[in-house]
């Protein structure tokens, strides 16, 4: 097992990516902490890893509040002692343009998507740098690098999670800890949908492309 021994603290593990990385760290002999918004379908996720013999917990939490965010934190590290890998992987989209992006829309994006990164990296750094190593995975998108239509918010802020990436590379390299960012593209998760079929409706070229190109979780 390539995680044994190790545990693992993902935000927005309750569905999609972050479910499906919980279930495959776990499987790999990490111990989980995964964090999310929704108490049902944590604790679903939980006891899934329990079930196949893990060790796993559900915190509840928002990451666009600091003091869940460093609850979280202090919870993970109460239940299993340290923290070796983070995953920033809690995100919303919500389809606009900036004249039609209301301002409520914008900021729950980027509170989403890039404070929320900011705040779970502030928490969890101390005790990576204290113990002289860790991994931090940041979760971005393709469109935080080349962009797309019709998602400003959503592509400002994961252009803004490519650039934290780096910079916290950069700073924290030297303390042993390795930070990265993914880019996936579009994966068929429960966020996706609203954006497919808004995506369809507006380009009805693209409905036979899309099943052919999509990855499921």
Known sequence: MRLGGKTALITGGT?????????LFAREGARVALTGRDEGRGREVAQAIQGEGGQAIFIRSDVRLAADCRRAVEETLRAFGAIDVLFNNAGVFVPHTVPDCPEEEWDLT???NLKGTFLMCKYALPSMIARGGGVIINNSSGWGIVGGDAAAAYCASKGGVVLLTKAMAIDHGRQGIRVNCICPGDVDTPMLPEDASERRRRSPARRSFWPRTIPRS
């Open 15 to 23: 569905s999609g990516m972050g479910r499906a990385t919980a279930l």
């Open 110 to 112: 980027v509170d989403v």
